[in-house]
């Protein structure tokens, strides 16, 4: 088991980023998994760490709520927020962000997504759209992309793990509310599905919470409880 998560971190792809050239995480995932609060993480993330400039897109334009949520996030970090008004376009959003990533000279963009499942179709079409619309300014975008699972969703994760699949290539999990109940056992099943890494731990609600995955640290975590609970 150990074996496998060790693997795939070993086979996560190496991330180049390139002068001049924005590097674009899109997140996608389903509604309430942690996707805006990871992107959060994430920016500060790369700002604190390597020092980079970091511009947010709220390409999930479907709640207007989404949008606020994502400026309000961008505001607390200091990085831009590139928005439209609630139910427009996300390929334009994400063009706008693009080019305002390359005209600024930003090292990273995170482009939000909306994750309704229930129209699946919808779904590939949007992430399909995204993809090609990034791709207008920067041929090799999006560099990452990063699907977020709710560690308390068992099996289900894994279902949509692979619906996303179908729909685009997915480079990196983040396994999120690790702090909760969860133990995160689903880790095992979406890796060993998708044979995709996961990179990064959620552990709680502020912008200070997330770890890269370390497969030790997380199997020791999964004992470490079960022990305790033979205890009581
Ligand atoms: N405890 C805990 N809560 C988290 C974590 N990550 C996100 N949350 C909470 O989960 C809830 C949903 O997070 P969002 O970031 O809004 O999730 P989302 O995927 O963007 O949701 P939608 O935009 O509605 O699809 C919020 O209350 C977050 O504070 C985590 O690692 N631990
Ligand atoms: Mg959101």
Redesign the pocket.
Known sequence: MIDLLKKATRYRRVKIFQRGVPFVIMVV?V????????IAKLARYHQQRFNRSVILAAG?TF?AA?ID?LQVWGGRIGVPTIAHQPGADPGAVVFDAMQAAHNRGADLLIVDTA?RLHTKYNLMQELTKIRRVMQKTVPEAPQEVLL?IDANTGQNGLRQAEEFAKSVEITDIAL?????TSKGGIAFAVTKALGVPISYV????TLD?LTEFNAETFVDGLFFEEHEGEIE
């Not at 999120?176 to 909760?180: A, M, P, R, S, Y």
């Not at 959620?202 to 609600?205: D, L, N, P, W």
């Open positions: 995932g509604n309430g998994v942690g996707k805006t609060t990871t999930d709640r989404a949520q994750g977020i999120t509310k690790l702090d909760g959620g552990t709680g609600e919470d």
